[in-house]
């Protein structure tokens, strides 16, 4: 039996082109996954915004395709994929459901309960990816630094650019090691703190989780 109220959902509504565009620079795409894995005797089981590596092939999925990844000990990593939008597709989907309903129905098959853990989403670890929006001061890029450090947060790559002519303002992006995300919610809601106090803040923090598919 599978909890779907113990599964972490996300959407997409904070994403921004800007962040489609960074993410290009260092090499990633954007894309809205669902991501399951058996951690032991454990279930990690969460749908959000992710950067996938451009080469990976969920990340070559396109237009109203979805897609499956599966990753298996004997055949490695396989792609099983299909139109998910549209009449027909959509017409499909909601008249399978009807029927596993009623098929669930004559069995009497449901409403137990799974003796699974799911993980929560504090415990899941992974890489993240920060656009950090902030008055072009000096030291700003040193705190942001810091900031991390003080987490035992490491900085895989940075960019921050020149900031465009007659602006004050420049975007400071990363990408961190993997770490759980207790920390870094922890370090970003720190770092938000220190920007305010120094008066160089420019905007919410961006942050996006990074999936490798590994």
């Known amino acids: 039996p599978f909890e779907l109220e113990?599964?972490?959902?996300?959407?997409?509504?904070?994403?921004?082109?800007?962040?489609i565009e960074y993410a290009a620079e260092l090499g990633y795409r954007i894309k809205h996954v669902g991501v399951a894995k058996v951690v032991g005797?454990?279930?990690?089981?969460?749908?959000?915004?992710?950067l996938l590596p451009s080469q990976a092939l969920l990340a070559n999925v396109n237009g109203v395709a979805n897609a499956v990844v599966v990753r298996s000990d004997a055949a490695g990593q396989t792609l099983f994929s299909g139109p998910g939008a549209g009449g027909m597709a959509t017409a499909s989907s909601v008249l399978g459901d009807v029927v596993a309903l009623w098929r669930a129905g004559e069995s009497g098959v449901g409403g137990a309960r799974s003796k699974t853990r799911y993980i929560e989403i504090g415990e899941v670890i992974c890489s993240n990816y920060l656009r950090i929006?902030?008055?072009?001061?000096?030291?700003?890029?040193?705190?942001?630094?810091?900031?991390?450090s003080e987490h035992d947060i490491s900085i895989e790559a940075a960019i921050q650019k020149e900031p465009v002519t007659g602006s004050a303002f420049v975007d400071i992006v990363i990408v961190?090691?993997?770490?759980?995300?207790?920390?870094m919610e922890r370090a970003v809601a720190t770092l938000r703190e220190k920007l305010g106090e120094l008066e160089v803040s420019q905007g919410d923090i961006s942050r996006i989780r990074i999936e490798t598919l590994e």
Do not use: C, W
């Not at 959902?9 to 962040?19: F, H, M, P, R």
């Open 176 to 183: 961190t090691h993997a770490v759980a995300e207790s920390v």
């Open 6 to 19: 113990q599964v972490y959902v996300e959407g997409i509504t904070k994403i921004t082109a800007l962040d």
């Open 41 to 50: 005797a454990e279930v990690e089981a969460r749908v959000h915004p992710a």
């Open 133 to 148: 929006p902030v008055r072009d001061k000096p030291g700003v890029f040193a705190q942001v630094a810091n900031t991390m």
